[in-house]
Every structure is written in structure tokens, then in C-alpha cells.
């Protein structure tokens, strides 16, 4: 009997448990000392809003300790309490994240961290008692977290960012392992049946929770689903892969509302079905008729609304005008010597002979006698001015005719055309029309001879924007094109002349953009006169005639992107 009892004495106190828990300062640093007896191993990591957590594996009976207004060196909550079977878990709740030493010496484990708070009163605790006779700390179980259906979809992305220092796990069981995932991601993480008995290995720094658990389940053949009620499942790669292939198929109707439903069948089709899958789209009601295993449909269900989506639309107003400027300038002298009884050139004034109108050219045959016209073939057309001058020499008359022109002209053609385009779709507007053009195709020769066909291009103004709708502003692929025809000098039919820009543009919403280079200036001049005198300094100017013309044809296009606030 005796020798029993010592027995059972023996296996008792060789039960692993946590003996000693102390906090004290070291220079300018806390240190944590956590004592253990037993074979006890710890793992440790911290979390992102600045707990330090430590889960000591193999202690059957946690103690319990819940020190709310702790205090001391940087630590402003103290907690122990069983978390899983045999496992005990210490949290220490500091202000913030810090970097931290963690040494594992025998029965031994110590925690140090820099002090924050300055010199401070050690506390430690003797655990080796039943937790029965510790009835001086109070215990509170730690506040249940939020439902996981409350918790939204922005914090769970807003905790995938946060950066884990160091997470280190040597032949860890899986379910501890999601469990510290679980505080992490803020969201319930279980294990299915056929992997609950795996272990975890992996040492991995500098990470996102979800990177390192993605990284960990992928290395080890596992995956994790979302359930309906927005539970995580773990399950082993091949084993549903093999339940994927015997599960039995079904069929589901999915309303396509704002795009095409073809277009989405192609990314169904590109790798959500299951091999035995298969998609059908009835046009009439742009839907898509899937028929594939359960677990498929509801992976495909929870994709097709982030494919589904509301494109955004843009108004594009836009301002097209087209502005003719034509200056001319003309400025001559034309000179009329008559012989009123011998020769008389009558172009550009009628003469008299015998007192009688003579409209013909006279030329006497006999006797001595002079006429001339001089810039009589290049008058100015239309002239604002003419001043007629006359001079008598004896028998002779001298009419100088004095003319000048100066005129300006201004056309101003403008078109507002508003076209309303979806995001990344092309909107063209036109202000012009279809220009015919004859093709001969000779090696195509009937009985009449060679055949033609007529093709038709557009010609005019012409404006092709593409709107990318980037936060608030919009990136507008733009061109712009002025065209018309004239006549080819051969017999090749017609001249497209062309005036184009291409750009890209990044502006506000509402903001305008204006394409310019689309302007031709055209300059003439055009001189005659008498030969020799007409290039004399000075008085060369009273013997020729001068034509100066300037042409300026402006094409201005204003865009104005206006995104459509549903």
C-alpha cells in the first residue's frame, strides 16, 4: 500500500505545470520570468494592437490569474487561463507593439522588453498551489469577442495588413495553430476531421497573418473555404478534390444585371467549374445556367457578384469649332498712252478718232505715232479704290488708273455634340460626311469591260474618345481628325488632306481639355509690272501690281469629362 501511494505521489508531481510567474526591472528593461515544471513547451508571438502572447503546451491545469490595472514596466494587463486543452496561455497587454527578447533556459522561460514606464515595484507569484487556494487574484473571464457576423468586412481586411515580426511553430498541432490565426484575423478558423491530426512546422517573419497562414496551408496540402455563416474551413487539398469528383451535380440559375452574361461565362469557364461543370448563357435574359457540384455553385455564387458590377458611365461634352481667317491685300497702277489721231490700244479705256468712240485697237500706217499699255492684264478685282488720272500731251493722253483692295473674312463653324459612354468604352462623334470613292478592280474585267465598286470613308471632323475613370479624375485616350477631298491632278480620282492628333490626358471630373496644333496658316503673293522698271528702288512700286493673301483655318477641339453620379 505504501509503495502505491508513493506512486501515485511520483506521477503527480511529475504532472507539467507552471510554477512561478515574476515581472520585475533590469537597467532599463522589464523582464518576465515564467517558471515551468515539466516537460512544457511555449510558443510566443505578438499581436498587432500590442499583446504579448505566450501559450505554454503540455500544463493539464492552467492557473488563472486576471490583473486588470497592472501597471508595471510597460505592462498594463496581466492574464492566465487555460485556453485549450493542456495548453495555458499568458497574455500581457502592452501599449503598443515592441520588440522583445525571448530565452528558453531549462525550466526557465524569459520575457524582456524595453521599460517604458521607469523603475517600478517587482511583482511575482508562486503557482505551484491548486488554482482553488489562489484566492488572491481575481478572475473574470476575458470578454467574449464580437459576434463574427457584426465584425465587417473592412476590419478583416484592415488586420490582413498589419505586419507579424516573427511566428514560430515546431510540430505544432494544427488546431493550435488556427487558433492563434483566429486571434489574429478576428474570425473563427476551424479544422476539418481529416487534418486535425496534422502537425505544423514553419518559421516565418515580416508577414501578413493571411500570407502566413496562406504560406502554411499551401505547404502542407491544405485550404481554407468560407462557409455561408463566414466560418473558415481548413480541408486537405485531396480530399476534396476527391469529393469534388463523386459529388453529385446540380443546377443553378444566376441573373446577370449590369453586363453581359457571355462575358462572364468565359471567366467561369476559365477556372471556377469543377471538371464535370458546365455553363450555358441565354442571351434573352442574360442569365447564366451552371450546372456543377454544390460546393462548386456556391464558389461560383460568391464570385459573380464581385464580376457583376455597376459600370460607371461619363458624359462627354465636347466643342468643335472651326474658324476661317482670310486677309487680302492689292495695291496697282495700270497705265493707258493714247494717240487721239494715230495708234490706240483700247483693253482698258475706249479712245476717240475723228471725234468718234473707237472700242477696236487702231493702228496707223502711216506717220509717226506712239501707244501703250502698261499692268493692263492685272488689274485688281473688285477694288475698294480707284483713282483715274489724265495727263494731255499735245496730240497724246496718259490715263493712269490707281487701285487698292483690302479685305478680311472670318468664318466661325462650331458643333456641341454630348455623348454619354460606359467606363473604358469608345465614343465616337462626327461632324462631316462619307466621302464616295470609285475602285476599279481591272483584274476583275466582265464582259463590259473592268468593274468598279464605290467605298465610302468618313471625312469632316472627327473625335474618338476612350474615358478610364481613375477616383475622381478620368484618363481620356483622344483623337482628333479634320479631313476633306479635292481633286488629284491625274486621273487617280481624289486627295484625302488630313489634319490629326493623338493624346492621352489625365484631368479632374468636370475639368476641360483643349487639343490644339490643328491650325494651317497659308500666305500667297503675287507680283507684276513693267519689266525693269517694276524692281527700282522706291518708284518701283508705280509700275506693277501687288497681291498679298494670308489663309489661317483653325480647328479647336474642347473636351469635358463629366462622371455620372448614380
Not at 90 to 101: G, H, I, K, Q, R
Not at 281 to 303: F, K, M, Q, Y
Amino acid at each position: 500500500m505504501t509503495a502505491f501511494i508513493a506512486l501515485l505521489l511520483t506521477l503527480f508531481a511529475a504532472e507539467p505545470r507552471v510554477t512561478g510567474l515574476s515581472i520585475a526591472p533590469v537597467a532599463d528593461r522589464t523582464e518576465v520570468v515564467i517558471l515551468v515544471d515539466g516537460n512544457v513547451t511555449s510558443q510566443h508571438f505578438m499581436m498587432p494592437d500590442g499583446r504579448l502572447v505566450v501559450d505554454l503546451t503540455g500544463v493539464p491545469q492552467a492557473p488563472r490569474i486576471d490583473l486588470r490595472d497592472f501597471n508595471r514596466g510597460g505592462v498594463r494587463e496581466l492574464r492566465v487561463a487555460p485556453f485549450q486543452t493542456n495548453v495555458a496561455r499568458l497574455v500581457l497587454a502592452l501599449a503598443s507593439p515592441v520588440e522583445y527578447d525571448f530565452v528558453r533556459e531549462g525550466n526557465r522561460i524569459r520575457l524582456s522588453f524595453r521599460n517604458p514606464d521607469g523603475a517600478f515595484e517587482p511583482w511575482s507569484r508562486e503557482l505551484g498551489a491548486p488554482p482553488a487556494t489562489a484566492a488572491a487574484d481575481r478572475y473574470e473571464a476575458p470578454a467574449a469577442p464580437a459576434p463574427r457576423a457584426q465584425q465587417t468586412e473592412p476590419v478583416r481586411q484592415q488586420d490582413q495588413q498589419e505586419r507579424i515580426r516573427s511566428i514560430n511553430f515546431v510540430a505544432e498541432p494544427v488546431n493550435n495553430v488556427l487558433a492563434i490565426f483566429s486571434d489574429y484575423a478576428g474570425q473563427n478558423i476551424v479544422a476539418a476531421p481529416a487534418v486535425q491530426a496534422r502537425t505544423i512546422t514553419a518559421n516565418l517573419t515580416d508577414v501578413t497573418w493571411r500570407e502566413a497562414l496562406d504560406a502554411i496551408l499551401e505547404a502542407n496540402g491544405m485550404f481554407m473555404r468560407s462557409l455561408p455563416s463566414g466560418v473558415m474551413v481548413v480541408q486537405d487539398i485531396a480530399s476534396a478534390d476527391q469529393a469534388q469528383t463523386t459529388e453529385p451535380l446540380m443546377t443553378r440559375t444566376f441573373a446577370i444585371r449590369y453586363i453581359s452574361a457571355d462575358s462572364i461565362s468565359r471567366a467561369v469557364e476559365g477556372g471556377l467549374l469543377s471538371p464535370n461543370g458546365r455553363v450555358t448563357v441565354n442571351p434573352s435574359s442574360n442569365t447564366l445556367l451552371i450546372t456543377d457540384t454544390r460546393s462548386a455553385i456556391e464558389r461560383i455564387g460568391a464570385v459573380l457578384p464581385e464580376l457583376d458590377v455597376r459600370t460607371p458611365q461619363v458624359d462627354i461634352t465636347a466643342v468643335i469649332a472651326f474658324i476661317d481667317r482670310t486677309a487680302l491685300e492689292a495695291y496697282g497702277i495700270t497705265y493707258d498712252l493714247k494717240d487721239s489721231r494715230g495708234n490706240q490700244l483700247n483693253r482698258v479705256n475706249p479712245g476717240m478718232i475723228d471725234g468718234n468712240q473707237v472700242d477696236q485697237d487702231v493702228i496707223s500706217l502711216g506717220g509717226n505715232s506712239i501707244a501703250a499699255l502698261g499692268n493692263a492684264n492685272y488689274r485688281v478685282a473688285s477694288p475698294s479704290l480707284e483713282v483715274i488720272t489724265s495727263l494731255v500731251l499735245g496730240r497724246h493722253t496718259l490715263i493712269s488708273f490707281i487701285e487698292a483692295l483690302h479685305t478680311v473674312s472670318l468664318s466661325d463653324v462650331q458643333a456641341k455634340p454630348v455623348v454619354r459612354t460606359m467606363d473604358h468604352r469608345r465614343a465616337t462623334i462626327q461632324v462631316g460626311e462619307q466621302t464616295p470613292i470609285r475602285v476599279i478592280d481591272a483584274g476583275a474585267a466582265g464582259a463590259s469591260g473592268p468593274l468598279a465598286t464605290v467605298e465610302y470613308r468618313n471625312t469632316g471632323i472627327i473625335l474618338e474618345v476612350t474615358p478610364h475613370i481613375i477616383a475622381d479624375q478620368v484618363l481620356l485616350d483622344m483623337r482628333a481628325e479634320r479631313s476633306g477631298i479635292s481633286l488629284a491632278s491625274s486621273d487617280i480620282g481624289v486627295i484625302f488632306q488630313t489634319q490629326n492628333a493623338q493624346t492621352q490626358v489625365l484631368v479632374n471630373d468636370g475639368e476641360t481639355v483643349v487639343i490644339g496644333g490643328l491650325t494651317i496658316t497659308e500666305k500667297t503673293q503675287s507680283r507684276a509690272g513693267i519689266p525693269l522698271l517694276m524692281d527700282l528702288p522706291v518708284i518701283g512700286a508705280l509700275f506693277r501690281n501687288t497681291v498679298q493673301q494670308e489663309t489661317k483655318r483653325d480647328l479647336l477641339i474642347m473636351v469635358t469629362p463629366h462622371i455620372v453620379r448614380e
